[in-house]
């Protein structure tokens, strides 16, 4: 079956650190991988996305590129800030599916 | 335009009971999707239902129910609660018609705690 696995949190840093949160999924075919971000008392909201092979999904600095060869998805930014304190999420979608799988979230921290 | 709206936002039950909990999706959507976020098992997809028909499901056991009105709000329903069904139950609407899990909108979320 399908599956997402995502590095254990909290990840903790300090403002304008180097952040990468990996996540690497097994799936049949070539699916579509999401990250989404939860703050605090609200529901997901879609961060970025990538349909094929070697896409960069990028928003708000955030970067992710699909790598096929190592079935791997993952969440960097250059420099975070005190306000993208929040869960992120990795996510597969199959191609013809509706169905997503998530990764359980990390949970990332930024101290001022 | 309002965005997806979820009520009760908290609730507290006791084991055997059942709880019904309710969405509102973004005007204009027609499909809405439920799903249980717990520490333990993360995001998972409970049901979508599109034009008050079930379109997926997920893998839950029947006491997970739920439907949909003409008007696209939609309920869940858990019966016999257990200590496990403590979870956030989130709610997320989209146009429908294509089905695509990006174009989804999550409303906050209803906390259920089983007691």
Redesign the interface.
Known sequence: GNSVTQMEGPVTLSEEAFLTINCTYTATGYPSLFWYVQYPGEGLQLLLKATKADDKGSNKGFEATYRKETTSFHLEKGSVQVSDSAVYFCALCPRGSYIPTFGRGTSLIVHP | KAG?TQTPRYLIKTRGQQVTLSCSPISGHRSVSWYQQT?G?????LF?YFSETQ??K?NFPGRFSGRQFSNSRSEMNVSTLELGDSALY?C?SSLGLA????T??????TRLLVL
């Open positions: 997806v520490p098992q993360g995001l998972q997809f979508e379109r997926n997920g989130l997320a089905g695509s899990v990006e989804q909108y999550f409303g906050p979320g």
